[in-house]
C-alpha cells in the first residue's frame, strides 16, 4: 500500500511542482509549454484511472473471494461441530461395548468354572462307580433289600448319570455360547474403537482445515483494508489532479499577478535550528532511504510562517504526507512550499507579499512533531534551501 501512496503523491506532487513551473515562465513561453504540460497532466489523469479500474477489480475479487471462504468456515465449523457429536456418540458406544465385553466375560468365566466342577464331579462319580464303588452309586447297589429295590436304586442311579451329563452338556453349551457372544462383543468394540479413531482423525482434519481457513480470511482482510486505503488514496489523487486540470486556465495568467519576481535570496520563513537537511536521509516514518527534498526547522506548534518573498498561492490545503501545506510561485521559475502546518492563513490564487504569515507551524501529515517543512524549487525541480 505504501508504494501505491508513494506513487499517488509522486503523481500529485508532479502535477503540482509542473503547475508551478507552468506558472513562473514568461506569458509568450507560457502560450507554447501550456498545452504540453496539460496533455502531461491528462495522461497522468487517464493512468490514475486506470489504475483505479484495477485496483476495484482485485478489491471485488478480493471482496468475492472473502465471503467464499467464511462460507467455507461456516461449513468446517459445522463439520466440526458433527464430528464433534459423531465421535461423543461413538464414545458412547465404545463405553457401553467394553462394559457388555467385561460381563459377557465375567459370565464366560463364571461359565468355565462351573464346567470344570461338573467335569469333576462326574468324572469323580465314574471312578467310584468303575473302580472302588465304595461311594454314592455303589452304596445304592450295596444298600438294596431286594430284586424291586435293587432295580428302583437302579434306576435312580441311571437318572443321577443321565442328569450330571445333562447338566454337563448344557454348560457346554452355555460355554460355547458365552465364548460366541464375547468374540461377538470384543469384534463390536474393535469396530467402534477403529471408528472413533477414524473420527478423532477427521476432527484434527477439520481443525488444521478451520486453521488455515482463518488465515486465509486475516489475509484477506488485509488485503481488503489495503486496497481500499489504496483506492482511496487513488481516487483522492484523481480528484486533485481533475482539480488542477481544471485550474490551468484560471492561472495562465499568473506571473502578471506577482507584484515582483524573484530575482534574489530568499528570506527565512520562520526562526529555529535546522533538525534535518537538505539531502539523501533515512525516512524516520516511511522506514526507507529516500532524498530529503527541504529542510526541517524546528519550532514551537502555532509559531506564525512567513512568505520568504513575494508572490501567488497555487496550493493551500491538505497534501498527503505534507499535511497542511502552501505552495507559493514566485516567478522566474521558482517556488517554495511550507508544510506541516497546524493551521493556514492564505487560500489558492492569494497574492501574497514578503513576510506575510501563510498560517502556523505544527505536525501534520508525516510528522514526528512541531517543526517546519521549507522546500525551495527551481522549475518543479528541489534545490538546497540555504543555497537560495
Not at 513551473?21 to 507554447?32: E, G
Not at 465421535?87 to 467394553?98: D, F, G, P, S
Request: proline residues 3%; glycine residues 6%; hydrophobic residues 40%.
Amino acid at each position: 500500500m505504501f508504494r501505491r501512496t508513494r506513487r499517488g503523491l509522486a503523481i500529485l506532487c508532479a502535477m503540482v511542482w509542473a503547475i508551478v513551473s507552468l506558472a513562473s515562465v514568461t506569458h509568450a513561453a507560457k502560450r507554447k509549454s501550456a498545452p504540453a504540460t496539460k496533455k502531461a497532466t491528462q495522461r497522468k489523469l487517464a493512468s490514475l484511472r486506470q489504475e483505479i479500474r484495477s485496483t476495484r477489480r482485485q478489491l471485488r475479487h478480493t471482496k468475492h473471494r472473502q465471503r467464499k471462504v467464511s462460507e467455507e468456515l461456516r461449513e468446517s465449523q459445522e463439520n466440526l461441530r458433527c464430528a464433534r457429536e459423531r465421535l461423543r456418540q461413538v464414545r458412547a458406544r465404545l463405553a457401553c461395548a467394553e462394559r457388555d465385553l467385561a460381563d459377557a466375560q465375567q459370565r464366560l468365566d463364571i461359565a468355565q468354572r462351573q464346567l470344570a466342577t461338573h467335569v469333576i464331579q462326574l468324572r469323580g462319580r465314574l471312578v467310584d462307580i468303575y473302580k472302588y464303588g465304595t461311594v454314592s452309586y455303589a452304596t445304592v447297589l450295596l444298600q438294596s433289600n431286594d430284586m424291586w429295590d435293587l432295580t428302583s436304586r437302579g434306576y435312580v442311579l441311571q437318572r443321577i448319570v443321565h442328569h450330571d451329563v445333562r447338566l454337563l452338556n448344557r454348560i457346554k453349551a452355555e460355554k460355547a455360547a458365552i465364548a460366541l457372544q464375547t468374540r461377538r462383543l470384543a469384534a463390536r468394540r474393535d469396530d467402534v474403537a477403529r471408528l472413533r479413531v477414524s473420527h478423532e482423525r477427521q476432527i484434527v482434519a477439520v481443525t488444521d482445515c478451520l486453521q488455515t481457513q482463518r488465515q486465509i480470511q486475516e489475509t484477506l482482510k488485509r488485503d481488503r483494508a489495503r486496497l481500499e486505503a489504496a483506492l482511496a488514496e487513488l481516487e483522492e489523487n484523481s480528484r486533485e489532479v481533475e482539480r488542477m486540470l481544471k485550474a490551468f486556465e484560471a492561472r495562465s495568467d499568473i506571473d502578471r499577478r506577482i507584484p515582483n519576481p524573484w530575482r534574489g535570496r530568499f528570506a527565512r520563513p520562520v526562526a529555529g535550528q535546522i533538525t534535518s537537511h537538505f539531502g539523501t536521509r533515512f525516512h524516520p516514518i516511511l522506514k526507507v532511504t529516500k532524498l530529503h527534498t527541504g529542510v526541517d526547522i524546528a519550532a514551537p506548534s502555532g509559531t506564525p510562517i512567513a512568505a520568504v518573498g513575494d508572490g501567488v498561492v497555487v496550493h493551500a490545503g491538505w497534501w498527503g504526507g505534507y499535511g497542511n501545506c502552501v505552495v507559493v510561485a514566485h516567478g522566474n521559475g521558482r517556488s517554495t512550499l511550507y508544510a506541516h502546518c497546524s493551521s493556514l492563513a492564505v487560500s489558492e490564487g492569494a497574492r501574497v507579499r514578503k513576510g506575510q504569515i501563510l498560517g502556523r507551524v505544527g505536525s501534520t501529515g508525516f510528522s514526528t512533531g512541531p517543526h517546519l517543512h521549507f522546500e525551495v524549487r527551481i522549475n518543479g525541480r528541489p534545490v538546497n534551501p540555504l543555497s537560495h
